[in-house]
């Protein structure tokens, strides 16, 4: 089963207010994103930070070190999960892609996924479980991306006609043409 890690654990300075929390069909950016990739992925776990947030299901894990970033909150994700045989990974502000690419990535058979709209690299990214030790040994001051790095040619990029891959709501400006849309 192909678990997903939802990464909300940053400060969100830029918006000014948890963007988890933001607005959204009727819920939140959370509680939407959970709901879509919980069709498609088991358990799907949120990893929370700077800020508590609602709980709209599914494991939650704190990661008390959300300040070194990313890397850090995709290694508590991957703890949670110690039984998928792969996993989703996505950032809170990333909260619509759409279920065609979600099935899409679950599908690959390669190590890594990333989903590609009209050149660029979106989220969520798709990653098989014997990545996990490799996430898991990163140093604190490392990236997820420098191990992706050492894997190019056991990824595949997938192309999709999805503009929600390249959603990246970090302020009130990307807010308003991510609403626009």
Same mark, same amino acid.
């Given at each position: 089963?192909?678990?997903?890690?939802?990464?909300?654990?940053?400060?969100?300075?830029?918006? @000014?207010? &948890?963007?988890?929390?933001? =607005?959204?069909?009727?819920?939140?950016? $959370? *509680?939407? /994103?959970?709901?879509?990739?919980? !069709?498609?992925?088991?358990?799907?776990?949120?990893?929370?930070?700077?800020?508590?947030?609602?709980?709209? @299901?599914? &494991?939650?894990?704190?990661? =008390?070190?959300?300040?070194?970033?990313? $890397? *850090?909150? /995709?290694?508590?994700?991957?703890? !949670?999960?110690p039984a998928a045989g792969s996993a989703l990974f996505t950032l809170v502000d990333h909260p619509d892609p759409a279920d065609e690419t979600i099935l899409s990535l679950i599908a690959s058979n390669a190590l890594i996924a990333i989903p590609v709209h009209n050149g660029s690299?979106?989220?969520?990214?798709?990653?098989?479980?014997?990545?996990?030790?490799?996430?898991?040994?990163?140093?604190?001051?490392?990236?997820?991306?420098?191990?992706?790095?050492?894997?190019?040619?056991?990824?595949?990029?997938?192309?999709?006609?999805?503009?929600?891959?390249?959603?990246?709501?970090?302020?009130?400006?990307?807010?308003?043409?991510?609403?626009?849309?």
């Amino acid at each position: 089963m192909t678990a997903a890690i939802i990464l909300a654990a940053g400060a969100s300075s830029r918006m @000014g207010t &948890p963007k988890a929390n933001l =607005p959204f069909r009727g819920g939140t950016f $959370l *509680s939407h /994103l959970t709901a879509k990739l919980s !069709a498609h992925c088991h358990p799907v776990v949120t990893v929370t930070g700077a800020h508590p947030l609602p709980d709209f @299901g599914g &494991p939650r894990v704190h990661n =008390p070190h959300w300040q070194l970033g990313q $890397l *850090s909150s /995709l290694q508590c994700g991957v703890r !949670a999960i110690p039984a998928a045989g792969s996993a989703l990974f996505t950032l809170v502000d990333h909260p619509d892609p759409a279920d065609e690419t979600i099935l899409s990535l679950i599908a690959s058979n390669a190590l890594i996924a990333i989903p590609v709209h009209n050149g660029s690299k979106g989220h969520p990214v798709f990653f098989q479980a014997s990545l996990f030790s490799k996430i898991l040994a990163l140093p604190p001051d490392a990236s997820a991306k420098q191990l992706f790095r050492q894997h190019l040619a056991s990824t595949e990029y997938i192309p999709v006609t999805d503009p929600g891959v390249l959603d990246d709501v970090d302020d009130a400006e990307s807010l308003a043409r991510f609403r626009q849309r």
